[in-house]
């Protein structure tokens, strides 16, 4: 298409064409063919020059824009790509940006009779109006809001995005698909310059809303838990085989859709082999995430000990033993270790006589903990670690691997140190020997290949506590030192 002057009117210019580009003569001179005319191909000086899209074109752009775009891992095979792709497009009802509705439960809000919670509106600045009527028409159109004859009213509070937007503080869409029961939306008003509006979905800020929120998706949800978990609106679906993996995909994309829950294609992350979840991104090697901490310079300076820990990980990503699901009905091993930097433990259990981790934990550090003697480290590694894994251990014989002399360094010290060991009494309960029977020097190492054959001691706190530990030695192949004592 070119602009060119109008035959009618010279100051006037209207779009001509398509023309097709036959030679570029110059910078912005092309030579042009002009079908249907008399002068099949002209020469034009042209400062405007824009690309002609046809009707069918822009009919396949907009088929293509209206495609469900989510985010997938971008190492699947191209075979795994359609075929997700397909899995996407057939749910396309359900990843969508706008909020949906839901018919499964609803919440009721709770307040002592004859009370009226009536506040005056906050005073808002000229420039902040245009976007709180924006927000309001938009909640209108979607069916959040209603207008309200309510004589309840809360103000409202806009608050920044990172972006430099506006948002309502109450506008926390992933809250807003719960319908209200009809005599507690009155409660839920609000006022704005525009009016007096009230809430026909849920909407953030209110008690117990979370707990509401929870419930729905436990609800919908409550089939599929052997694979899937949700905390809010945060969803996780994991399986060990591709083929097993559409098919989670697919049943908990079916109860979304049947639910009217809708899920935001943006936020969507698909077939990934590493996620982050809550906030958590599995980790491991002090020295690499030292290399990332906020306030380090942007110039990475690759040192020995960094490359150290790189090859560290690389080994046991690609080595066994690897992770296994818990088996409730099974006794947990716990084998803890410290070190100069951090503190690390290994959650497993013993299938078929052979030992498999469920869970690796570790933590850095502190500067003041750096400076703990090496018992105490031990002995803050045990407490740690048995608070960490308290929900698998709670209620359960378990065995505690360690070096024993933080358990008997435990029992005797105090303050600090005491308050570790009464920390821990709700863990150990066992009918066995109550005489502590032997020590060895050497530490598990965490991560390392977890020891076959144990030796089980048994050892009974000097404090008043009538519960006794249960705990294994690994006996040394370099250095046997068993000391009995009674």
């Not at 639910?259 to 599995?282: D, F, I, M, S, T």
Request: proline residues 7%; charged residues 25%; glycine residues 4%.
């Amino acid at each position: 298409m070119v602009l060119v002057p109008n035959s009618a009117c010279k100051f006037l210019a209207t779009w001509q064409g398509p023309f097709t580009i036959v030679e570029k003569v110059g910078p912005v001179t092309y030579r042009l063919r002009q079908p249907g005319k008399r002068q099949t191909e002209q020469i034009y000086h042209i400062n405007l020059l824009k690309r002609w899209i046809s009707t069918q074109d822009q009919l396949a752009a907009l088929a293509r824009a209206e495609a469900v775009v989510v985010d997938m891992n971008p190492h699947l095979s191209p075979v795994q790509k359609t075929e997700l792709q397909h899995l996407v497009d057939q749910f396309s009802d359900v990843f969508s940006t706008s909020p949906g509705q839901t018919n499964v439960i609803q919440h009721e809000i709770r307040t002592p009779p004859g009370v009226t919670v009536r506040q005056r509106p906050y005073r808002v600045p000229e420039a902040r109006l245009q976007a709180i009527e924006e927000e309001v028409q938009q909640m209108l159109k979607l069916g959040v809001i209603e207008p309200s004859r309510s004589l309840w009213s809360s103000p409202i509070v806009m608050v920044p995005k990172p972006d430099g937007t506006l948002r309502f503080c109450n506008d926390f869409r992933r809250l807003n698909k719960v319908p209200l029961a009809k005599d507690v939306k009155e409660k839920t008003a609000f006022s704005t310059p525009s009016g007096h509006w009230q809430y026909q979905t849920l909407p953030f800020g209110l008690h117990g809303a979370p707990a509401t929120f929870q419930r729905l998706m436990d609800v919908v949800l409550r089939p599929h838990q052997s694979y899937e978990a949700a905390y809010l609106d945060d969803v996780v679906i994991h399986s060990e085989r591709w083929e097993e993996h559409l098919s989670h995909l697919w049943r908990v994309l079916t109860e979304l859709l049947r639910a009217g829950l809708p899920a935001n294609p943006r936020k969507c992350h698909l077939a990934l082999l590493e996620a982050k979840y809550l906030g958590y991104q599995v980790g491991r090697a002090s020295p690499l995430t030292d290399l990332t901490r906020k306030g380090q310079p942007e110039k990475v300076v690759w040192t020995a000990e960094a490359e150290e820990a790189f090859q560290r990980v690389k080994k046991a990503l690609t080595s066994e033993p690897v992770l296994r699901a818990p088996d409730f009905n099974r006794p947990f091993l716990v084998q803890t270790d410290a070190s100069d930097t951090g503190l690390g433990a290994v959650l497993s259990q013993v299938t078929d006589g052979e030992e498999h981790p469920v869970i690796y934990i570790s933590r850095k550090l502190t500067k003041p903990e750096r400076n703990y003697l090496a018992v105490e480290k031990e002995a803050l590694a045990v407490k740690w670690a048995v608070l960490e894994l308290r929900y698998y251990l709670l209620g359960r014989s378990f065995t505690l691997i360690t070096d024993n002399a933080p358990l008997q360094w435990m029992a005797k010290a105090k303050e600090t140190n005491a308050r570790w060991f009464l920390a821990l009494q709700d863990f150990h309960f066992d009918d066995q020997d109550n005489a502590w029977r032997g020590e060895c020097d050497e530490r598990p190492e965490y991560a390392s290949a977890l020891p076959g054959k144990q030796t089980h001691r048994t050892w009974q706190s000097s404090s008043r506590a009538d519960r006794t530990w249960l705990f294994a030695i690994r006996p040394s192949p370099y250095k046997r030192r068993l000391t009995e004592r009674r």
